[in-house]
C-alpha cells in the first residue's frame, strides 16, 4: 500500500487511532520526517518510531478491510460523476421536460459530490 493510500485511510479512521499514533502518522506522512527525526521529535527510539507506524498502518489497513469505507465512498464518487456526465449531456435537449430532469440530476448528483 502506497503513501497516498495510507493518507486517505488516516483521513477516514485518524480519530480511531491513538494521540501517539496520530502524531507519528503526521509526521512522517504529513511532513516527511525520516524515522529518525520523529524519534528525536518524540524522544523515543527509531526503532519505537518504526513499531509505532507498522502497527498504525496495520490498524489502518484492517478498520477498511472490516468498514470497507474507504472503498465506498470512492465508488460513491466514481458514480457520481458518471451520473453527472450522463446528465449533463441530457440537459442541452431539446425536450425541456427531459432537460428540466436532467438539471434536478444535475443537482443531486452535486450533493453527492460534497
Avoid: P, W
Amino acid at each position: 500500500m502506497d503513501a497516498l493510500e495510507l493518507i486517505l485511510l488516516y483521513d477516514y479512521y485518524g480519530n480511531l487511532l491513538t494521540d501517539r499514533q496520530r502524531e507519528c502518522f503526521e509526521l512522517r506522512y504529513y511532513q516527511d520526517l525520516s524515522l529518525g527525526e520523529i524519534g528525536e521529535e518524540l524522544g523515543i527510539s527509531r526503532q519505537g518510531v518504526h513499531d509505532n507506524l507498522s502497527r498504525t498502518e496495520a490498524l489502518l489497513r484492517n478498520m477498511e478491510q472490516k468498514t470497507g469505507c474507504a472503498k465506498r465512498d470512492q465508488s460513491c464518487r466514481t458514480a457520481a460523476a458518471a451520473i453527472l456526465a450522463a446528465a449533463q449531456k441530457l440537459s442541452n435537449h431539446s425536450d425541456t421536460a427531459v432537460s428540466r430532469l436532467a438539471q434536478e440530476i444535475i443537482s443531486a448528483a452535486r450533493g453527492l459530490e460534497e
